[in-house]
């Protein structure tokens, strides 16, 4: 057997572990946080249980997934107007935060003239900026929404400016003695540099965005909310229903976090290999061709 059939009869096992490895790593990362969710729910039933709380100060956590399903159809409105807000907030933060960290890092003398204003916008309690937001913007979207892109375009900025800041100038200074204009060498270079702490401040803007959501929709909404619903369960007392709807909003919180977590996973695969991956079938046309010469 020759060296060439020898690769070609290895490459599918080759493949096979490489689905293995995979299958292994799913697991690793789905079955590990899927489990701590099992056991803080079988923490809280054991809590309420053994202590004999009142069902007024915490339901069992199945009836609080209970009230969640037996209300869907008029949870399902309210869960997607507070999705659409995280989602169009947090895009307009980290669109604005980007923006201002390339900024700010090419033109230093503007870094220092708005990075301290910037740290003062943090200063402000949201709270206390959601209600000057609905007097100028109104009941509407709007203020939900500036109050999302608020809150992540601080740590997206910040992250940005650091990744920027940290650029290995070897590199940047071979990049123009061989002539790269300094669009690709901003392409190729500090781009892929900076995107590590970019889904760093991205991923804290999305763990936040969710509260921002529930913040506005407290502060600026005129009709049915999710943050609404709670609000007048908890008046009625309806505790199991303030605690579904609490997890609603943690769920939500968690999804968009996992998005951008595969993101990332997407967007920066040199953080997991160092060399291109290389499929069964391509090793084994590779084999053919050598072969045939």
């Not at 697991?27 to 809280?44: D, E, H, K, T």
């Not at 669009?183 to 781009?191: C, K, S």
């Not at 993101?263 to 991956?277: G, H, K, L, M, S």
């Amino acid at each position: 057997m020759s060296v060439s059939d020898t690769n070609l009869a290895s490459a599918p096992r080759r493949a096979n572990r490489s689905s293995e490895s995979v299958a292994r790593k799913v697991a690793r990362n789905v079955g590990v946080p899927v489990l701590s969710i099992v056991l803080l729910l079988v923490v809280w039933q054991a809590i309420v249980v053994g202590f004999h709380v009142a069902p007024y100060i915490a339901p069992r956590p199945y009836q609080a997934v209970l009230a969640v399903t037996q209300n869907w159809s008029t949870l399902w409105p309210l869960v997607l107007g507070t999705i659409r807000e995280t989602v169009y907030g947090f895009v307009a933060g980290a669109a604005l935060g980007i923006s201002l960290g390339v900024i700010m890092a090419k033109v230093p003398v503007l870094q220092r003239l708005v990075y301290p204003v910037l740290v003062l916008s943090q200063a402000v309690p949201i709270i206390a900026l959601a209600a000057p937001l609905v007097l100028i913007l109104g009941f509407s979207v709007t203020p939900k929404v500036v109050i999302v892109a608020w809150i992540v375009f601080f740590p997206v900025t910040v992250n940005v400016l650091d990744g920027l800041s940290h650029v290995d100038q070897d590199l940047v200074n071979l990049a123009r003695v061989y002539g790269a204009p300094r669009w690709r060498t901003f392409v190729q270079i500090e781009v892929p540099a900076t995107a590590t702490p970019l889904f760093s401040g991205l991923k804290i803007g999305a763990t936040y965005a969710v509260t921002g959501a529930i913040i506005g929709e407290l502060a600026a909404s005129d009709g049915s909310s999710l943050a609404l619903y709670q609000e007048h369960a908890n008046t009625n007392l309806n505790t199991a229903a303030v605690y579904g709807t609490t997890m609603l909003m943690t769920v939500i919180g968690i999804s968009w976090f996992l998005l951008v977590v595969g993101a990332e996973v997407f967007a920066t695969p040199w953080q997991r290999r160092t060399v291109a991956r290389r499929s069964w079938r391509r090793v084994a046309d590779q084999s053919e061709g050598d072969s045939a010469r």
